[in-house]
């Protein structure tokens, strides 16, 4: 079976640090992959997406990026963390070969920047 | 533009029957999901329509109008463990999710 996972799930880092978070996908082979943000009574924001290693698309302009150094692995990362940054981070997958569209999500990081 | 419409919150009783409408303007469509989303928690998927009409999974049912732009989620013989936020999703033309705010429904006893 397929499994998602995420970390760190909690982190309070303050403001102008690095961010690094992580996904990975087990039991399946090139998946879409996702990051997206949710911030409190907002709905999900899709920030970037892979369909494949080293291909990262971005949605919207900001100071995060992502790269999928592997084919079930993507990272969001920032450089200097801004307020702005708070929120709740899910990883998603899907599968490549479909166009189904079902998401399948990891257990969520939430970061709080001060 | 894009564009997803779901009631802010709902309140409903344990036992009784409750609907959560969307509407959306998408460019272009491949199907509408419904995810459910515990506070703290990941979305879970609920159901996916892609054609008109009713599809139905236990206590939950799914209803889409394509030509309205409309779908409900209708949950039956609510539980407390229902107490959650109702996500309304339609699929694109690139066969991205265009995601609403979503329903925060509240079960009382």
């Known amino acids: 079976s397929q499994t998602i996972h995420q970390w760190p799930a909690t982190l309070v880092q303050p403001v102008g640090s690095p961010l690094s978070l992580e996904c990975t996908v087990e039991g399946t082979s090139n998946p879409n992959l996702y990051w997206y943000r949710q911030a409190a009574g907002r709905g999900l924001q899709l920030l970037f997406y892979s369909v494949g290693i080293g291909q990262i698309s971005s949605e919207v302009p900001q100071n995060l990026s992502a790269s999928r150094p592997q084919d079930r692995q993507f990272i969001l990362s920032s450089k200097k963390l801004l307020l702005s940054d708070s929120g709740f981070y899910l990883c998603?997958?899907?599968?490549?070969?479909?166009?189904?569209?079902?998401?399948?999500f990891g257990e969520g990081s939430r970061l709080t920047v001060l | 533009g894009q564009n997803i419409d779901q009631p802010t919150e709902m309140t409903a009783t344990e036992g009784a029957i409750v609907q959560i409408n969307c509407t959306y303007q998408t460019s272009g469509f491949n199907g509408l999901f419904w995810y459910q989303q515990h506070a703290g928690e990941a979305p879970t998927f609920l159901s996916y329509n892609v054609l008109d009409g009713l599809e139905e999974k236990g206590r939950f049912s799914s209803f889409l109008s394509r030509s309205k732009g409309y779908s409900y989620l209708l949950l039956k013989e609510l539980q407390m463990k229902d107490s959650a936020s109702y996500l309304c999703?339609?699929?694109?033309?690139?066969?991205?999710?265009?995601w609403g705010a979503g329903t925060k429904l509240i079960i009382k006893p």
């Open positions: 999703a339609p699929m694109d033309s690139n066969y991205q999710l265009i």
């Open positions: 998603a997958w899907s599968y490549g070969d479909r166009d189904t569209g079902e998401l399948f």
